[in-house]
């Protein structure tokens, strides 16, 4: 870790004027993610804006019938609302089968959908990692990639996105607002809030320099079955090999976005469009670009059972 | 105390305190966190900075120049010591690379540097400063690749004479007019001990004296090879190691963390403390080896096995040792023709070594599956196929016969037990819902060794029994069996005695391996209790042996003396060490069980989870019930980890273990594992000790990945040989259900 600066911010602005205003700064919030990376000095920050005093830390309706999720909501908040439990189920799922009742206790929405990958080229400052150390190459690419991403990668670039709460918020159309420096606020759509990894993987989403993220928006609740199915080596407080995040209508039709596979949520309109057809349908269509490795190909036979074992538990026979 | 005719009636034979399942007597003292653990010596040596060890970028290769001006200049610094200013150092006897790098570089993070600082913060920023310009050599790193042309490896101590495998009868004629014959080959992983507690050491001087707080299962062992390397004597060097928060084998050994922070507090001029961070555990420390392992095994129409052959293969450093995978397979089951090796090719991972049942850990892992694969080839059902093929003598010494051994029963009752009959011969056949149900079954086996072990027990004015041995207690329950030893010699309540165990200072002991640490700790308090016995009735004046010691009196005809009168005079003191004679060349010692699985196969995803699990031990006398059942649990537990994820994965490139954090290297979480039962066979053992115990913490991890494993393929129908066994293993091979799917190979596509 390296010797940084600290203050806690007033407001929204002002933290993102802060960190804005200095290179090297940083938010912090719920810290379960950037601390650790801190330590191994993957992340070296030299100032940290903690926003813990922002009282971003409320769920409300919106006036068009969904709900505003506040950036620190925390994790266990989330999963635990009535309204998300009852409406968005597939989120709650997605959060729970996530990390542990002590990290979900302190780890926030908006943290949440930075957390870095979980690759271990990465995570070892010794290895080359394009990501890391932009320019340096990638060690993953040809080495142990069984948790790597099978699709949208880069040849700079193969690490998975490892969260489950934003496969979930994929799969709901969630939007995340957003407060500049300036203090002009806009929404950036889930969809296009992380960035493929191309030749830039060190620039992971769409947010500009300090532009702080101050809630989640879901749109009005679309009913379905919810489902999030998350498999991995261990039955917990492990990352997913691959998730599915699923909501399926009556009728078959609906929506569904694979965790584990790529360098974000990954969720296509085509694949939505086969639901009905079933699983294989799905997987041809969301998974036709791939490009596994020879450790990670399994991955997208598995997406296709684990799809399928979505679907019968969402429409039993 | 010499050992050398089997024990007759002893005083341990009251069962009394022995044999009854008391709660651990540290107990108290680990859940209010009274319990000091190494790093946490606050109060030891006043003064103490902090440490933080720079490991190798490299895996081979040298440094060509070490750069540490920005650091040693960096705020709050105090020393950096490196192979450049460290002094001459030597290597313990037990280390196979060295513990500071440099100029040459063995393995991935070998440590080349300490820095010391006013913090730890300061010395974990510092360390980062360091520049080393590394030169990378040509290495080894692929088990696989070098398997083909790896050497015998002898386990003659005479290195002169050529390596050979190990023959009874004519294996190759046998195997060739066998019947009935599988030949397979099977590969275990590197396996690391991540054990809860990192090494940690608090190092301070006292001019030439050096005392070290350490985390060590082996304090003789450490205080050799620490005045080893630094070059000092063993009378200036004291070790103490009280309480340590597991082991598994990873703290048999000297290692950096105590040499690095001993080198740290004599450049500093101050007491140093250190602990290894998590990412450097894994490629820092040893690891149990990957193995290669070819089984072969040819049996009559009846299923009697007439030959047996069994050739592993695992690398290591220059001179390591290789994984004994194959110590099992001379001794478990009858077979008239054998051929049995070990082959070691030279690799330059991170040192290999023991790690929880070396040897037969790994060799069950494969040759249990053998035999679950000859039974089916056999149409025999696993558990009578083992019955079979049972011996009561030495496979390879017809006529010495095993002290106790009682397999036979281990299976029967198990299987009564785990209403084996249930199960469904045919693969793939078992479901609810959408799991697919197997059941599996292995035999545990591992060796009972004896190793010489000496306390000093003292009787206080006040009537406390003290014990003091250089024993450890690695989370195993050594302190409470130790207690409960000396209770019972001595008849006094378990509250009157006090145990004092890690100290250098203390009589050399077993200490912890090899499950031959409560077998041989206790004989040697046994020992030590004898002599006491023998100090107070002659202060008594009676006759020792007819002297009975029961309820804190000692007991002569018709006199009944208080243990608090018999030392008005000052307290009385013992020492004695148990020595070992032959018995264990007489007879085969080893330990014996059997383990049932339950296991449940998503037939969509293909992941594996364990519903039931069942071990019935035969270890002779069971000291404690309690402390005994906690470490078969803890073994059956860490043979799932084994079975199904645990996995250090190689970078045959960059030669190092990837995965070297706990959210890489996965072991089992509370979800993974379901109830456990545990039945100990009600044994007393009277060839191996006075104790009549032999060794159970090992016994239990032996052979139960080979149970997960069976209890897979008698789910799946998808017969796995290479752990662990991960979904993607059998993925695509699982039975219909998802065939209905008709998928598409995708992948096949994408190429």
Known sequence: ?317 | MKFDTPAGINPIDRMKVVGVAHDRVDGKFKTTGMAPYAYERHDVAPGQLYGFILGSAIAKGHIAAIHTTHAESAPGVRAVVTYANAGKLGKGSKNTANLLAGPEIEHYHQAVAIVVADTFEAARSAAALIDVDYVRGTGHFDLAAAAPTAPLHSEDKDKSKPAVLDRVGDFEAAFAAAPVTLDATYTTPDEAHAMMEPFATVASWSGDKLTVWTSNQMIAWAHDDLAQTLGIAKENLRVNSPFIGGGFGGKLFLRADAVMAALGAKAAGRPVKVAMTRPMMFNNSTHRPATIQRIRLGATRGGKLTSISHISTSGNLPDGSPETATAQTKLLYAAPNRLIGTRLAVLDLPEGNAMRAPGEASGLMALEIAMDEMAEKLGMDPVEFRIVNDTQEDPEKPGRLFSQRQLIRCLRDGAARFDWSARNPRPGNTRDGDQLIGLGVATAFRNNLNVTSGARVRLGHDGVVTVETDMTDIGTGSYTIIAQTAAEMMGVPLDRVVVRLGDSSFPVSAGSGGQFGAGSSTSGVYAACVKLREAIAQNLGVNSADAVFEDGHVRSGNRRVALADAVRGGEIVAEDTMHWGDLDKEYQQSTFGAHFVEVAVDAFTGEIRVRRMLAVCAAGRVLNPKTARSQVIGAMTMGVGGALMEELAVDTRFGFFVNHDLAGYEVPVHADIPHQEVIFLDEADDKVSPMKAKGIGELGLCGVAAAVANAVYNATGVRVRDYPITLDKHLEKLPALIQALTIRNVCEKAK
């Open chain 1, 1 to 317: 870790m390296k010797a940084f600066t600290y203050e806690r911010a007033k407001s929204p602005a002002a933290a993102a004027a802060a960190v804005a205003g200095q290179p090297g700064a940083k938010f912090l919030a719920g810290g379960t993610n950037l601390l650790d990376l801190m330590k191994l000095q993957i992340e070296t920050p030299t100032h940290l804006v903690d926003v813990q005093d922002l009282k971003l830390d409320r769920i409300e309706p919106t006036a068009d019938g969904g709900l505003r999720v506040g950036a620190f909501v925390s994790n266990t908040a989330l999963a635990a609302d009535a309204r998300v439990r009852r409406d968005y189920a597939v989120l709650t799922r997605a959060i729970v089968a996530g990390a542990s009742g002590q990290l979900r206790n302190k780890a926030t929405t908006a943290g949440n959908l930075l957390q870095r990958t979980r690759c271990p080229y990465f995570y070892d400052t010794n290895q080359p990692c394009n990501k890391r150390r932009p320019g340096s190459g990638c060690a993953a690419l040809g080495g142990y990639s069984r948790q790597l991403a099978v699709i949208g990668t880069s040849d700079a670039c193969i690490a998975t996105y490892p969260g489950d709460m934003a496969v979930a918020l994929r799969v709901l159309d969630a939007g995340v607002e957003t407060i500049d420096a300036h203090g002009a606020a806009r929404t950036i759509l889930l969809a296009e809030f992380h960035h493929s990894p191309g030749d830039t993987p060190h620039l992971e989403t769409a947010l500009a320099p300090g532009e702080l993220i101050t809630a989640v928006t879901l749109p009005p609740p679309v009913g379905g079955h919810h489902v999030y199915r998350k498999v991995r080596d261990r039955a917990s407080y492990a990352f997913a090999l691959v998730s599915v995040a699923a909501i399926i209508q009556p009728d078959g039709s609906g929506r569904v976005a694979f965790g584990g596979v790529a360098p974000k949520p990954w969720r296509s309109d085509a694949a939505d469009a086969a639901l009905p057809e079933g699983a294989t349908a799905v997987t041809a269509r969301a998974f036709a670009d791939a490009r596994p490795t020879a450790d990670n190909k399994f991955k997208i036979a598995l997406a296709t059972r684990t799809l399928a074992a979505t679907i019968a538990q969402a429409r039993p026979a």
